[in-house]
């Protein structure tokens, strides 16, 4: 096949790059070009300054056909700014009392046509400088033609171009059947077809003020359909390009070796999504970006978000963005950065003994305190930074701080003068408790696809942490490993919130999807203690309805079980053998908050309602307090409505202590009522920690505040 490539004023247009997605080749000083007849697509590079309408055609069935692009002028200014929005899973309205009828019983719906268009159409008062809009995938949320017909139609909304490349769920076509990929990963099957015909190839590139971008597919290069032809792809487009010159991929998922170990140079930087997580950092001198959703919060429980990314010419930095959608409180000051910068603002409550702030803004990790320290993690979402802080818990007073290569989204933990956090890259640091000084740090087992949530869990000198396809015990003198389990299950994207729990020499721990059930070790050697019936690799689709495991358990020693927080339910288990007892469904999906034992029963919070008191012996509810207040943004995944209620309360003196996201701290007797509440400046989503006579609060502002233990009384 040939073609010709020409400017708006006829000129041709010589150095060009064209490509059927296998082969690249450059026009000549008369704008011409020949390619093989092989591919779906013919597709030009379009350089720095100029678009082309359309810079893609299919293939044509008369190869003698000529093909013509037109290159038309497009001002690229320096510094030049894009937003990267990603996962924005469109699907068509519904009627809200209809069921759940798409066979994945986790949410309802992605983003609504209206969402998008809205966000769209008020782009020059989100991002007054963008001169472009990238979205990395999972467009739409079934693979439907009616999601993509909707899709087209939105983006002509756009006051800018956007450029799109495609996701697992683009290429669903209404299936929600799961498999295992070549590299042992649990995702969707599906075909390429209906994103090809609405919206066409699926790698490309093209430059944007001197910056070199280049898009794949990573759903069908994970499954192995055509990785083979991408790499050699990719390789062929960059040799075109000078060795060493700056670019960015684009890629769904977060990039691991098996595109990364194919590139003759590497990237400045990466974007992708797929996990629904904010998580940021750097490996080998490329920055990863794993954006949040923008249109509900994320797995994570970052609040909906977009990103500015600006390229200087020879640096990409960022700004997240907190989407508002609904009015602030004035007393919450500026959430627009909320979870992703420290914006603290100063409270006058004279229930707050002290206040201090953290490097990073805070998240769903607490605090935790040892002796007379306060130990906290902050996050520092622009860059690949973190920070591991430790203040006076008398005053308040900053002790010590240390800087990571990464966010810390998780509570430290300390024992035998060590203090130990995890990094959302999965390095795991040993800090010298008096002074902040690194002892020993374990680097992470795959930096670029490890997504750290969990807390680290000690007991007698052993650190336990980790995930399904990663659980590590380590020694928190030396930082070595002692054991270690990769065999629980297959590598996913669902980012896992529980921390072990620890009763003797059992260990305990539930995760999401899989394996399907918890799971009970043998602490000291990682050895499975209990014997339920496991995932065997022939119906992953199965197993990623079962149990679902959402956060961390807790034990009630007075009936030797175990109290799960599992996906829309709560779950007691059999200490000794691991079987279920009991389960109750409750209406808040994705509740990760850890049950509160009590003498009349288990507290369990649910998620975007309240709170609700179970039996012990049957998981009967005895009582059930719905809490509202006006919550600046939403956090629980996959919800779009604001609440206040994230977090677990805590018992204090036979009362329930409750923090809201809308800066409310509630006190609740345990026969479910309200006695009294506090108004805070900090949005809180984490649950508090008693301190002896006070207890310690963490904002995802970046508030760490004292509280007076008789608060809202």
């Known amino acids: 096949m040939h073609g010709i490539v020409v400017y708006s004023s006829g000129q041709p247009a010589e150095g060009i790059a064209v490509t059927n997605g296998h082969h690249v080749t450059q026009t000549d000083a008369s704008g011409l070009f020949a390619l093989p007849d092989e591919g779906s697509f013919v597709v030009i590079t379009r350089p720095t300054g100029h678009t082309a309408t359309p810079w893609w055609y299919p293939v044509p069935a008369n190869h003698e056909t000529q093909i013509r692009f037109e290159l038309l002028s497009m001002p690229q200014s320096l510094p030049y700014e894009f937003v990267h929005l990603t996962d924005t899973h469109m699907t068509v309205p519904q009627d809200a009392t209809e069921a759940d009828d798409t066979g994945s019983g986790l949410y309802r719906e992605g983003s609504l046509p209206g969402q998008v268009r809205d966000f769209l159409t008020r782009l020059p008062e989100y991002a007054p400088n963008a001169q472009s809009i990238f979205v990395t995938g999972d ?64 790698w490309y590139s093209f430059d944007v003020a001197g910056l070199h971008v280049v898009t794949l597919d990573w759903h069908t290069h994970e499954l192995g359909i055509d990785h083979e032809a991408q790499n050699a792809w990719v390789r062929a487009d960059l040799q075109l390009r000078p060795e060493g010159s700056p670019w960015i991929l684009l890629f769904h998922d977060q990039p691991n070796f098996s595109i990364i170990e194919q590139l003759p140079w590497l990237p400045k930087a990466t974007f992708s999504g797929h996990w629904h997580t904010s998580r940021v950092v750097e490996v080998d001198g490329t920055l990863h970006v794993n954006s949040p959703t923008t249109f509900f919060a994320s797995l994570d429980y970052s609040p909906p978000a977009y ?27 500026d959430v627009a950065t909320s979870t992703f910068a420290a914006k603290s603002t100063p409270s006058d409550n004279s229930a707050v003994l002290w206040r201090a702030e953290l490097g990073g803004a805070g998240h769903r990790q607490r605090a935790s305190v040892d002796g007379d320290l306060v130990l906290a993690g902050g ?91 990663d659980l590590r015990a380590v020694d928190i003198r030396t930082g070595e490993v002692i054991w270690r389990r990769t ?12 921390a072990p729990l620890l009763i003797d020499d059992l260990l305990v721990m539930g995760f999401w999807p899989t394996p399907e059930h918890p799971i009970g070790l043998n602490a000291q050697t990682g050895e499975s203690v209990w014997n339920r019936a496991g995932w065997d690799g022939t119906d992953p689709f199965l197993a990623l309805k079962r149990m679902l495991i959402m956060g961390t358990a807790s034990y009630d020693p007075q009936t030797d079980t175990v109290i ?20 109750q469904p409750h209406q808040g999906g994705f509740s990760p908050a850890t049950p509160v034992i009590t003498d009349a029963g288990y507290i369990i919070t649910v998620t975007g309602h309240g709170l609700r008191l179970l039996q012990r012996e049957t998981g009967d509810t005895l009582w059930d307090l719905p809490i509202a207040g006006s919550a600046p943004f939403p956090m629980a995944s996959y919800t779009k409505i604001p609440h206040p209620v994230i977090a677990a309360p805590i018992l204090v003196e036979q009362h329930l202590v409750l923090p809201g996201l809308d800066g409310i701290v509630r006190r609740i007797d345990l026969e479910g009522k309200l006695i009294g509440q506090t108004q805070l400046a900090s949005p809180i989503a984490a649950g508090l920690v008693d301190a002896g006579d006070r207890l310690i609060a963490v904002g995802v502002d970046g508030n760490v505040l004292a509280l007076s233990k008789d608060i809202a009384l």
């Open 564 to 583: 799960m927080p599992a996906f829309g339910s709560t779950a007691r288990v059999n200490r000794a053998t691991g079987a279920t007892m009991w389960t």
């Open 307 to 333: 990103r500015l990314v600006t390229w200087d010419g020879e640096n990409i930095t960022l700004k997240t963005q907190t989407l508002l959608t609904v009015p602030v409180p004035d007393v919450l000051g």
């Open 379 to 469: 996050q520092i979402e622009d860059r690949a930074a973190g920070t591991v802080e430790a203040f006076d818990l008398a005053t308040g007073a900053l002790v010590w701080q240390a800087h990571t290569a990464s966010a810390v989204k998780t509570t430290p933990a300390a024992t035998l003068n060590v203090v130990v956090a995890a990094e959302v890259s999965g390095d795991l640091t040993g800090f010298d408790r008096t002074t902040g000084e690194v002892i020993w740090t374990l680097k992470s087992s795959d930096p670029l696809r490890r997504f750290a949530w969990g807390s680290p869990t000690v007991a007698n000198g052993v650190v336990y942490l980790g995930d399904q396809s």
């Open 139 to 202: 467009l739409v949320d079934h693979g439907v033609t009616e999601e993509y017909e909707a899709y087209v139609d939105v983006l002509t909304s756009s006051p800018v171009p956007v450029h799109l490349i495609p996701g697992n769920h683009d290429h669903m076509n209404g299936r929600h059947g799961a498999i295992i990929s070549r590299n042992n990963y649990l995702t969707n099957d599906g075909t390429p077809e209906l994103y090809e015909r609405y919206f066409g190839p699926r």
């Open 487 to 498: 065999d629980l299950s297959p590598h996913h994207n669902l980012v896992n919130h529980s």
